[in-house]
């Protein structure tokens, strides 16, 4: 039988493996950088009007499909919105289902040259979308945007 001494020293070291272990994964996430998205190549380039309609169609494959890949956008803006320290572009289908895409500050200044009608190209990582209750309505929304040239 292994005396109380070495028993609590095993289960102290163990522990000890378990946080350091921990702390260098929760470490790792809160460090983790992106990469530029106006230099990264988009997994997928599609129509505004038709990728809303894909996630009309089935948002669950489509979020199986698009989620947390970057994606290159055509379409119409059909607004552009202010939020805190963010400009959002919008572009929406008769329906009112929209894509909302949040650009950071360092593309503020190209995004305000933006105005409702312009047909644009914008690339950013998908959220995803889904069905929104309240708003009766599908929106997809992008972040880490860029605007393609």
Known sequence: MINRKKLF???????L???LGGAGVVWFLFTKTFQDT???????IVNALAFLQEYKANDTLANKKYAEKIISVNGRVSSVEHADTTLNVKMEDSTGAYIIFAFQQKDL???????EGDAVSIKGSCNGGT?????????IAFKR???NK
């Not at 200044?109 to 105005?115: D, S, Y």
């Open 9 to 15: 020293k095993r289960i102290f070291i163990t522990c």
């Open 17 to 19: 493996v378990l946080v």
């Open 131 to 139: 069905y929104s209750q309240i708003l009766e309505t599908v929106y």
């Open 109 to 115: 200044a190209a995004i305000k040259k933006i105005k």
């Open 38 to 44: 106006a230099n990264v190549k988009a997994d997928y």
């Open 145 to 147: 945007c860029s605007l």
